[in-house]
């Protein structure tokens, strides 16, 4: 069957890499690529670096992203950024509610729907991180706690709000471990996904929704990932800091959709 959703392929940076560092990596993906590349390219970069990968990426197809973003439009809110600044900054898409956020920072679904609305008022593209703890995966909890994790976030807002949301499935415990879902794993989840948000709103959306995989996405994986018919594409961590590893990324998942 073909694809309806053109394949996005993402790397989080995280809390990693200087300026001179960051220019670099960008620089060694943007001459990788062709001129129209079959995927779209998104670099979720350190609030920092943003400035120079934006300079790297901004007559390129590569999306500059953000990994967080509060959601008041300006004032008092010390150390916070807004999505207009993100957006004033070059930024085309935003990272919320990354598995680190929640645990580590107690970002809570209130938090992220409010995110979500002030991403969305200023033309950025959401990209909505949801998945289950090891424990929750153990308990056979998985189902439930996406359910909730994607209704909490989005179901108050209407379909045509989120045209630009994405949808990264990220298991909490494939990430950084080196433990990854199967592909088959991924597949069964991500059409679960597809069928709550039909559910939530209706067949049209469900189909035009993206829905990429996260969780120690590698070269050697990336292509049957890549190869199911609902993942839509991969956000890569620790892989995406490499150079080689991010533009094989690229690559393998152009043949996986061309098969
Ligand atoms: P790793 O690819 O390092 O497992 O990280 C995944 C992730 O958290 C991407 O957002």
């Known amino acids: 069957m073909a694809r309806h959703r053109k394949p996005l392929i993402a790397g989080n940076w995280k809390m ?21 590349p079959h995927c ?16 790297v990426v901004s007559s390129t197809p590569i999306w500059l992203g953000a990994q967080n973003v509060f959601w ?18 070059g930024c085309q898409a935003v990272l919320i ?4 956020r929640r645990v580590i920072f107690g970002e809570k679904s209130a938090d992220l729907r409010k995110k979500i609305g002030a991403v969305l008022d200023v033309g950025l593209f959401p990209v909505l991180c949801v998945g289950e703890t090891l424990q929750e995966h153990q308990a056979q909890k998985a189902r439930e706690v996406i359910t909730s994790q994607i209704q909490e976030a989005i179901a108050e807002f209407t379909r045509q709000k989120l045209k630009s949301l994405t949808i990264a499935y990220e298991p909490v415990w494939a990430i ?15 059409d679960f996904i597809r069928n709550r948000l039909a559910a939530l709103f209706d067949n049209e959306f469900s189909l035009q929704t993206r829905i990429i995989y996260g969780g120690s996405v590698k ?3 990336i292509d049957a990932l890549m190869a199911e018919p609902d993942i839509d594409g991969v956000l890569v961590g620790g892989e995406s800091l490499k150079a080689d590893s991010f533009i094989r990324i690229i690559n393998f998942a152009r043949r996986a959709i061309h098969v």
């Open 40 to 55: 779209d390219i998104a670099l979720f970069a350190p609030f920092t670096a943003l400035g120079a990968v934006r300079a």
């Open 176 to 190: 950084g471990t080196g433990k990854t879902a199967t592909p088959g794993q991924a597949q069964g989840m991500h």
């Open 97 to 100: 509610g990354h598995s680190e």
């Open 16 to 36: 990693n890499l200087g300026l001179a560092e960051s220019e670099a990596l960008a620089k060694q993906i943007k001459s990788s690529l062709p001129e129209t």
């Open 219 to 221: 070269t050697d994986n």
């Open 72 to 89: 008041e439009k300006s004032g008092p809110f010390t150390g916070e950024i807004s999505a207009l600044q993100l957006k004033d900054a």
